[in-house]
């Protein structure tokens, strides 16, 4: 019974030993371990240079200037008086010349689809000394017709200053008031007749320019 109680406290002892060195081995070797471990790499540190912060201009307020006074009223236009305008008086165009040209167009319809007639040159040959001068140049009457212009006419005198024969230099574009100016010329103008180098009358052309509700641009006889 005496070893019997020995051997359990030996027992016991041996089992708290054991239980303390396994602690301390647990709690111990560890940190060794830890201690043992190369340290870790440090990364290098930069230097980063910072930009100074450019302060931000703060605008003064402005002083607000003052508003122009606005303008005067313009004054009140001058009510300019109407001139007076002269009346213009048309001259009365006799009733005996508008009936004979009247009469006139009325033949001319009929023989409107004639072709001019051809020059008689009966002076050819001979050199001209004098040219023929035109009398009177009959213009028709404003309001005859509706054309406006002028319609230039080439006249064939003979050796006596009469109109031989006309033909259309200008024309009016409208039959009817072309054969209307040839007719004028033919019936109402007057002439003398061209003179050779001799002095003797002879055939030779002139131009009869013949203005319709216009005047002449030039003082013709």
């Known amino acids: 019974m005496h070893y019997q109680t020995h051997w359990r406290l030996a027992f016991l002892l041996a089992f708290f030993f054991q239980l303390i060195v396994w602690l301390v081995l647990m709690v111990v070797i560890p940190q060794v371990f830890?201690?043992?471990?190369?340290?870790?790499?440090?990364?290098?540190?930069?230097?980063?240079d910072i930009a100074e912060e450019t302060p931000i201009p703060v605008e003064e307020p402005q002083e607000q200037e003052p508003e122009p006074e606005p303008p005067?009223?313009?004054?009140?236009?001058?009510?300019?008086?109407?001139?007076?305008?002269?009346?213009?008086?048309?001259?009365?165009i006799p009733e005996e010349a508008i009936t004979e040209i009247l009469k006139d167009v009325q033949d001319m319809k009929d023989?409107?689809?004639?072709?001019?007639?051809?020059?008689?040159?009966?002076?050819?040959?001979?050199?001209?000394?004098?040219?023929?001068?035109?009398?009177?140049?009959?213009q028709p009457p404003?309001?005859?017709?509706?054309?406006?212009?002028?319609?230039?006419?080439?006249?064939?005198?003979?050796?006596?200053?009469?109109?031989?024969?006309?033909?259309?230099m200008i024309s009016s574009g409208n039959l009817?008031?072309?054969?209307?100016?040839?007719?004028?010329?033919?019936?109402?103008?007057?002439?003398?007749?061209?003179?050779?180098?001799?002095g003797e009358p002879m055939e030779s052309d002139m131009q009869c320019p013949v203005y319709f509700n216009m005047k002449p641009a030039r003082k013709i006889k």
Do not use: C
Request: charged share 30%; no cysteine; proline share 12%.
């Open 142 to 168: 404003f309001g005859v017709i509706d054309f406006k212009g002028r319609i230039a006419v080439s006249a064939h005198i003979g050796k006596d200053g009469k109109v031989m024969s006309t033909r259309i």
């Open 34 to 48: 830890q201690a043992m471990k190369p340290p870790p790499e440090q990364t290098p540190m930069e230097w980063v």
């Open 72 to 92: 005067p009223p313009p004054p009140p236009p001058e009510t300019e008086e109407p001139e007076e305008v002269e009346a213009v008086v048309e001259a009365e």
């Open 111 to 138: 023989d409107a689809a004639e072709s001019a007639p051809k020059v008689l040159r009966s002076g050819e040959g001979k050199q001209m000394g004098q040219p023929g001068k035109i009398l009177h140049a009959e």
């Open 176 to 198: 009817i008031y072309d054969r209307m100016a040839r007719r004028i010329v033919e019936t109402k103008w007057k002439f003398t007749p061209a003179s050779d180098v001799n």
